[in-house]
């Protein structure tokens, strides 16, 4: 079979693969790669080449630069602050989606809209205002940022790489300022202005309380001489919950002790009581088949099924809102399959979706990517599993200010790192490795949060793409696709083909992951360029504009499903305000691209 017939096809399905979304991105990455090296498309010593690229190099080194920043405390000193301000809605909605629009030019955009979520929803709440009308602003907000310099997204990294693996030297630092800057503050300013007004208010976000009806779903239950639960282990008692309906066992009361998420050999004693979670149908049942009571007389049952979140919450224990992130294990698998009750000590109170309680069984419920989980129990339980299991809490922690000495210190090699690639003196991923492993060195940040910063997939995605992506131009493929589009503009003027090939990359960075939108779009803004014998710098900085610009759906970028779940936003309600920020874009992009990098 020809060459770019098969790497068309293998394209093809990779792009069908990633806007399914049923198998992650960096597995189906991998799969483009390995089926194009067995068809000896990309040679076998060839393969694994981009795992050792410069931007993967850079993108990684970027990510532990970001955690270090934020161990230092500088985020959190400068989202501190925000509470001091008004409370008025478009205050809020400036401030903040100002803020992680600057923090995402310098720090991972993703990274920095997860920082600032939990005071977001806090300042909302405590305003009285629904978080939906802040969440998409903040998370445009972070895609506009990453277009203000090089370490702002892994696209521009690309992009920057790219230009240097053709001859050139690679775009730096600051080549990105220009435009990103003048798309940034024009987004930013319509985002302020107009934008946030065209967002449904979901008013049921207002309060945990109202999004998972917690009171509707606490009652306590005593165990009597009679009973059939008695000398039960809890396991067999939780066996006869699954049974039954969707019950879950909060904690065991006996006598003044107080037992949260109980051992699983414990035997059930006359007069323990137990705190559980139910609808009313599901603790009906449980109740008819182990001869439980509700504690308490009949003026009394009132207070004792309706004590909501305080009686999920004792000294030891906690409840607390985590949203799932697009990375996380928990992706595609149910409660029970993860074990979180027995494995990490934890219980699952409530699963929201977009803004509303799914009320079904949970142990059935298969988790998605942007899912609001309501979980209880101790609460250094509760944070390690939110770490090993990918997810986020919705809750402010005790704010790490920091200590001034280590600001300083972390800053001061940030910049440093900066400073020596603008100026030519470094490339940029010795530059900011060297940052990177002289802040472990100091101990600004630990080797094991170093590993933990970076994200994984990410670093597969480009790792397997690279090579994917220089097959595209090596076969000739992104040469015939680049005729195509100079036919197609044959009687445009050139401006209005970088404009052309800006609007394809915003349309695909909308259905797939932005770095590979610029992996597979680089070559064929190159070869376009050689087509039409113009420069290829506007072209390539169009297609780094474009990767970072996708407004019009949750699935496009990871900043847009994280916001998905807490705003409880629906898949169609991204465009009313993405349509006209990424019209406004092409707008103000496409004079500055052709004035900033002529043809």
Not at 310 to 320: G, N, R, V, Y
Not at 544 to 555: D, K, V, W
Not at 558 to 568: A, D, E, F, I, Y
Request: proline fraction near 4%.
């Amino acid at each position: 079979m020809d060459e770019q017939l098969t790497i068309g096809i293998v394209l093809f399905i990779t792009l069908v693969l990633f806007v399914w979304g049923r198998w992650r991105y960096d597995l189906v990455a991998l799969l483009a790669l390995l089926t194009l090296c067995i068809v000896n498309i990309i040679p076998a010593d060839e393969a694994f080449t981009g795992f050792g690229h410069p931007a993967v190099i850079t993108v990684a080194a970027v990510l532990i630069l970001s955690r270090a920043l934020v161990n230092a405390g500088i985020v959190q000193l400068l989202a501190q602050k925000l509470g001091a301000f008004s409370d008025a809605l478009p205050v809020q909605i400036a401030l903040l989606t100002g803020l992680v629009t600057i923090l995402s030019g310098f720090i991972n955009n993703i990274g920095a809209l997860a920082l600032l979520m939990p005071v977001a929803i806090r300042l909302a709440r405590d305003a009285g205002h629904s978080p939906s009308a802040i969440l998409m602003p903040m998370a445009f907000g972070s895609l506009l940022g990453g277009t203000l310099t090089l370490i702002g997204t892994p696209a521009n990294i690309i992009v920057a790489s790219y230009r240097g693996d053709i001859g050139n030297s690679a775009f730096t630092m600051f080549d990105f300022f220009p435009v990103g800057a003048a798309v940034a503050i024009a987004g930013v300013l319509f985002i302020v202005l107009i934008g946030w007004r065209l967002i449904p208010q979901r008013q049921s976000q207002s309060s945990r309380e109202q999004m998972f009806e917690i009171d509707d779903y606490i009652a306590e239950l005593s165990i009597s001489e009679d009973s059939k639960a008695l000398d039960m282990k809890l396991s067999e008692l939780e066996a006869v919950a699954e049974n039954e309906g969707d019950v879950t066992i909060i904690a065991l009361v006996r006598g003044e002790r107080r037992i949260d998420i109980p051992p699983a050999y414990e035997r059930l004693r006359a007069d323990d009581h137990l705190i559980v979670e139910a609808d009313t149908e599901s603790l009906k049942n449980f109740i008819g088949k182990t001869d439980l009571k509700l504690a308490g007389n009949d003026d009394e049952d009132d207070d004792n099924k309706h004590r909501g979140s305080k009686a999920l919450q004792s000294e030891d224990s906690t409840i607390l809102e985590a949203i799932i992130l697009p990375d996380s294990r928990l992706i595609g698998n149910t409660s029970k399959q993860i074990n979180l009750r027995w494995r990490y000590g934890i219980n699952l109170i409530g699963v929201a979706r977009q803004g509303s309680r799914i009320k079904r069984r949970l142990q059935n419920i298969r988790f998605s990517s942007g899912d609001v989980l309501l979980l209880q129990g101790p609460a250094e339980n509760l944070y390690e599993a939110l770490q090993n299991l990918g997810c986020l809490p919705l809750a402010e922690r005790d704010l790490n200010i920091g200590q001034p000495r280590r600001i300083a210190l972390t800053l001061g090699l940030f910049a440093g790192a900066i400073l020596v690639n603008s100026f030519g003196l470094l490339p940029v991923h010795i530059a900011m490795a060297s940052a990177a492993v002289l802040m472990i060195v100091t101990r600004l940040v630990s080797l094991r949060d170093a590993y933990a910063a970076i994200d994984w997939p990410i670093i597969v995605l480009l790792g397997a793409m690279l090579p994917v992506g220089a097959a595209l131009e090596t076969t000739g493929a992104a040469g015939n696709i680049a005729a195509g589009l100079a036919d197609m503009a044959v009687h445009l003027p050139a401006i209005a083909v970088v404009g052309l090939l800006l609007f394809s990359t915003m349309v695909l960075t909308d259905v797939i992951n932005n770095a590979a939108a610029a992996v597979l779009m680089a070559p064929i803004g190159m070869s376009l360029a050689n087509y039409m014998d113009v420069s290829a710098d506007p072209m390539l900085m169009a297609i780094a504009i474009g990767a970072s610009c996708s407004f019009l759906t949750p699935i496009g970028h990871q900043s847009n499903t994280l916001v998905m779940g807490p705003g409880g936003y629906r898949f169609g309600d991204y465009w009313r305000m993405g349509l006209p920020l990424e019209l406004l874009v092409m707008v103000v992009a496409l004079p500055m691209l052709v004035w900033v990098w002529p043809l």
